[in-house]
């Protein structure tokens, strides 16, 4: 059934179970020197390419192809629409590999038309702490699609990650492949709720009217814990404190110093956002909430072109009830004119979703590790790792 998957490290479907598989990596490592040091063929009418994210017009070629040709929801509504700076955000993490962000050109006129990356990232899987490859935003252009263009692309960067001394990868999709280790489920709570029913990301509950809709999610115009502030270049120990102590419960999680938080929580402008709770007595950093931000393109609607989203990032509560700091993160992101706040139902999340009026959306998402078993897949509250 998967005539690709099949061939690689990672845990198949029969296996699930098996109590005389070990956990842990299924292949060893090899030496580095044995990593086969030239590409893998393409078709010959395309060509590979390095790109450069921070070049402002390879920045651009990404963009457009994934604004073209990157994920839809099921009824082809929808369609990420990651942003310039986004992407050069999630794309040189510290220590990033230039050599991990990999491009297909048609050699004729070199337009852009595949793409995959990978970032470096330490993800701790039960005990054991794992440098790791993040693989994300794999994308076909929609005319060379069923061409098994996606496996090259794939084994493409797994000789690159390979080539750096990495044996190990982490990556998310909407759909099923062998084997998930963990499946969650996307929830959406309507900050613009006209506006998300107008272009048909929600619609009018039975017995409802716009009106008593639009009261239904109506939100306080400002936060209502005191100390609660935006996230600082000063706060990055103690929040760096925050979320080592509260990542180590779960099952897989990632394992952040301070260089990883200040790169993936210190607040960008439509980018990433952070927010603290600073206690007014003693000054301490006593909770935390983040969300990126990830907007879609609307499909055929001649009223509305983007939706904007907030998906909840990292969110940590040691004193304000995790439900009121995530009631503040949904004030915010309402001031700031998103339309919708999105969240997995992963770590503590299920805590708060029915009672805020997020409700669950038609989208699953599977998490899958690449040359390393677990014995049986994760319940969503085990998951400590959120994938952009
Ligand atoms: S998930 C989002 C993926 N992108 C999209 O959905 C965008 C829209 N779709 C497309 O561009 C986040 C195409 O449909 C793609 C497939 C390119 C998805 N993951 O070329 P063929 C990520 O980026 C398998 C993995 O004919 P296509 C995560 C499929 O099962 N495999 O298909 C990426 C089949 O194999 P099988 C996927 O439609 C993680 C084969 O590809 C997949 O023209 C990547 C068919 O290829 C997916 N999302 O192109 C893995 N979608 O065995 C990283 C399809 O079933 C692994 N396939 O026959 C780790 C590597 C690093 C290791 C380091 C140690
Ligand atoms: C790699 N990092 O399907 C990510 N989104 O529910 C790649 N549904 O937005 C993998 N279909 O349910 C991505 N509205 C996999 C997800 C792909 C995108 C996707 C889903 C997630 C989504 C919306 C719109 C559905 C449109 C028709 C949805 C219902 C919202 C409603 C709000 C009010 C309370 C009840 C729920």
């Known amino acids: 059934r998967h005539r690709f998957w099949e061939t690689q490290p990672v845990s198949q479907f029969k296996d699930l179970g098996d109590t005389f598989i070990p956990e842990g990596p299924i292949d060893p490592p090899t030496p580095v020197s044995e990593v086969k040091k030239v590409p893998y063929n393409l078709p010959a009418l395309y060509e590979w390419t390095t790109c450069d994210i921070q070049d402002d017009a390879t920045a651009a070629e990404v963009y457009n192809l994934l604004s073209s040709n990157y994920v839809e929801d099921d009824e082809n509504m929808f369609r990420f629409n990651y942003s310039k700076e986004f992407l050069c955000w999630a794309l ?155 990542l180590s419960k779960f099952a897989v999680a990632p394992f952040f110093d301070e260089m990883d938080v200040e790169h993936w929580l210190l607040p960008r402008e439509d980018v990433v956002n952070s927010y603290l709770v ?54 915010v992101a309402k001031q700031k004119d998103y339309d919708v706040f999105n969240a997995l139902d992963a770590m503590e999340n299920e805590s708060f979703l029915k009672e805020l009026k997020f409700g669950p959306g038609d989208g699953m998402l599977h998490y899958y590790l690449y040359n390393y078993r677990l014995r049986y897949a994760l319940l969503p509250s085990e998951l400590g790792l959120v994938l952009l």
């Open 92 to 246: 040189r993490p510290p220590g990033y590999f230039k050599s991990w962000h990999i491009g297909v050109r048609v050699k004729a006129n070199k337009k852009l038309v595949a793409f995959i990356t990978g970032v470096p990232a330490k993800i701790r899987v039960r005990t054991d702490v794992i440098l790791m490859a993040e693989v994300n935003f794999l994308c076909v252009h929609k005319k060379l699609r069923s061409k098994r263009l996606a496996p090259v692309l794939i084994k493409e960067v797994t000789r690159r990650i390979h080539l750096e001394d990495i044996w190990q990868a982490a990556y998310t999709a909407g759909i099923v492949l062998p084997t998930p280790i963990a499946t969650c489920q996307y929830w959406h709570r309507s900050l613009n709720p006209k506006k998300l029913i107008d272009v048909g990301f929600s619609r009018l509950g039975p017995r409802m009217t716009m009106s008593r809709t639009i009261r239904l999610f109506k939100l306080p115009s400002l936060p209502a814990t005191p100390g609660f502030r935006k996230m600082e270049l000063r706060d990055i120990p103690p929040v760096t404190r925050l979320l080592k102590e509260y």
């Open 278 to 331: 600073e206690s007014p007595e003693n000054h301490e950093i006593t909770d935390f909430c983040s969300f990126y931000t990830l907007p879609s393109s609307i499909l055929n609607n001649s009223n509305h072109s983007t939706l904007k989203a907030a998906y909840s990032f990292y969110n940590i509560s040691t004193k304000t009830p995790l439900q009121q700091l995530m009631n503040d993160a949904l004030i």
